[in-house]
Nanobody, 115 residues
C-alpha cells in the first residue's frame, strides 16, 4: 500500500506563496495520475489540480493561473506551488490519485491564509 505524506503548509498573508510537497512510498505513484485536494471546514473535499504521469495538468477554475502542480517520478514526489494566495484558499490540503482506487489518505497539511 502506498503511503502519502503531505508537507509545506503554514500560515501566510494574502498574496503570499507556499510550496506543498507530497512524498509517496512505493512505485505505484509513478504510474498513476495524481491530484491535490483541499477541504475547508464544513465543506466537501475538492480537487484543485491534477497531473498525469507524462506531466499534463488540469486546474480548478478557482486556482488557475495561481497554482502550479508538478511531479518528480524518480523521487516519487509531487508538488503544488501556490502563489497569490487568498483567504478562501485556507484548507487542509491532501494528495492522492485522481480517480479510484485511491491510496490511503495522508494526514494532509494545513494552509491558512490570513492577515
Amino acid at each position: 500500500q502506498v503511503q502519502l505524506v503531505e508537507s509545506g503548509g503554514g500560515l501566510v498573508q494574502p498574496g503570499g506563496s507556499l510550496r506543498l510537497s507530497c512524498a509517496a512510498s512505493g512505485r505505484r505513484f509513478s504510474i498513476r495520475t495524481m491530484a491535490w485536494y483541499r477541504q475547508a471546514p464544513g465543506t466537501q473535499r475538492e480537487s484543485v489540480a491534477d497531473i498525469t504521469v507524462g506531466g499534463s495538468t488540469n486546474y480548478a477554475d478557482s486556482v488557475k493561473g495561481r497554482f502550479t502542480i508538478s511531479r518528480d517520478n524518480n523521487k516519487a514526489t509531487m508538488y503544488l506551488q501556490m502563489n497569490s494566495l487568498k483567504p478562501e484558499d485556507t484548507a487542509v490540503y491532501y494528495c492522492n490519485t485522481k480517480v479510484p482506487p485511491f491510496f490511503a489518505w495522508g494526514q494532509g497539511t494545513q494552509v491558512t491564509v490570513s492577515s
